[in-house]
């Protein structure tokens, strides 16, 4: 059975730094669009990066670029969110999603809920 299992929770201060792993089990990430989303409290859920494992292409939310790297391990078959220089309005809940394919140039890919999910992972910035 496929399945996504994410890294756990964080807690760290304005400035700080922190990795999220998502790993895939029963299934690869060899040709996939493997997306982060998180959703605040009372927000929308949103993308934040995204990254075609097939070629490596990163693509970021306009508020984390220059801070947020997605990556991924192909040995391991994880991706991997280092987030950087931390901000509380990055605190939510982050889960990680992959479906099959490329991942779009200019926006999220839709990933729906028949495709591996991560179980999601608290993050919060405390001031």
């Known amino acids: 059975q496929a399945r996504l299992v994410q890294s756990g929770g964080v807690s760290v201060q304005t400035g700080g730094s922190a990795r999220l792993s998502c790993a895939a089990t029963?299934?690869?990430?060899?040709?996939?669009?493997v997306a982060w989303f998180r959703q605040a409290p009372g927000k929308e859920r949103e993308g934040v990066a995204s990254?075609?494992?097939?070629?490596?292409?990163?693509y970021y939310t306009a508020s984390v670029k220059g801070r947020f790297t997605i990556s991924q391990d192909r040995a391991k078959n994880t991706v991997y969110l280092q987030m950087n220089n931390l901000q509380p309005e990055d605190t939510g809940v982050y889960v990680c999603?992959?479906?099959?394919?490329?991942?779009?140039?200019?926006?999220?890919?839709?990933?729906?809920?028949?495709?591996?999910w991560g179980q999601g992972t608290q993050v919060t910035v405390t001031p």
């Open positions: 990254i075609t494992t097939s070629t490596n292409t990163p």
């Open positions: 029963g299934y690869s990430f060899t040709t996939n669009c």
């Open positions: 999603g992959a479906r099959s394919g490329t991942c779009p140039f200019t926006r999220f890919a839709y990933i729906g809920p028949s495709e591996p």
